[in-house]
C-alpha cells in the first residue's frame, strides 16, 4: 500500500473507501452512485465489486467479500482489526461500552414492560376519543368543549406513540432508561 494521507470525514473517522481500494491497485469506474471494479479476493474477470462512497461500503457480488475500508484492509492483507486501524492510520479506537448482559436484559425488559403500559395507555385513550365522536352527535351537547377534550385526548396520543417509538428502538431504549423515572411518572399520569 502506498503511503499517502487519506481524507478523514468528520462522521466516522474512517478513509475513503475508493481511496483505500485504489491504493490497493484497485481501478475503479463510475456506475451511476457507485464505482466497481475487479475484486481483488478472487479471480475476478468482470467487475463484480461494487464500492458505495455515500455509505463508505464496497460488496463484490461473486464473491461476496464486503464491508468497510477497515474490513477491506483487514482481507486484503490478512489482518486483524486492530492491525487494519494501524495500517490505516486510526490510532485510536475506542468502542462505545456496551452494557453487561444482565444489564442490557434488564433495560431491555423495562423496555418492552412500559411500551405495553403505553400501549395499554393508547387503548383507553382511543376509547375515549370514540365516545367523544360518538357525543359529538348527540343532540345538545357542547361540540366545543368535546372539540377541546379531543384535541387533549389526541396530544396525550401522539406523546405516547412517540415514547413507545423510542422504546422499541435499540439505540434509544439506552437513553430513556437513564430517564426511566419521569418517564415512569408521565406514563402513569396517561
Not at 40 to 52: C, I, T, Y
Not at 58 to 66: D, L, P, V
Not at 102 to 115: F, H, I, N, P, Q
Not at 139 to 164: K, M, N, Y
Amino acid at each position: 500500500m502506498r503511503n499517502t494521507a487519506y481524507n478523514l470525514k468528520p462522521a466516522d473517522c474512517k478513509p475513503s473507501i475508493s481511496e483505500v481500494i485504489r491504493n490497493y491497485g484497485v481501478e475503479l469506474r463510475p456506475a451511476g452512485k457507485e464505482q466497481i471494479g475487479l475484486c481483488p479476493f478472487h479471480a475476478d474477470r468482470h467487475a463484480s465489486m461494487s464500492v458505495n462512497e455515500d455509505k463508505g461500503l464496497f460488496h463484490c457480488f461473486a464473491c461476496g467479500a464486503g464491508g468497510d475500508s477497515i474490513r477491506f484492509v483487514e482481507l486484503i492483507e490478512k489482518v486483524n482489526f486492530k492491525e487494519a486501524c494501524k495500517k490505516l492510520d486510526l490510532e485510536t479506537f475506542t468502542p462505545k461500552p456496551r452494557p453487561h448482559k444482565a444489564d442490557a436484559e434488564k433495560v431491555a425488559r423495562w423496555g418492552l414492560d412500559t411500551s405495553k403500559k403505553i400501549c395499554e395507555a393508547m387503548r383507553e385513550i382511543g376509547e375515549e376519543i370514540y365516545i367523544c365522536s360518538i357525543a359529538r352527535k348527540q343532540p345538545g351537547t357542547d361540540r366545543e368543549l368535546i372539540r377541546a377534550v379531543e384535541a387533549e385526548l389526541i396530544r396525550r396520543w401522539a406523546i405516547l406513540e412517540d415514547f413507545d417509538d423510542d422504546l422499541n428502538n435499540p439505540e434509544l431504549v439506552l437513553d430513556l432508561w437513564a430517564q426511566r423515572a419521569d418517564i415512569e411518572r408521565l406514563v402513569e399520569m396517561a
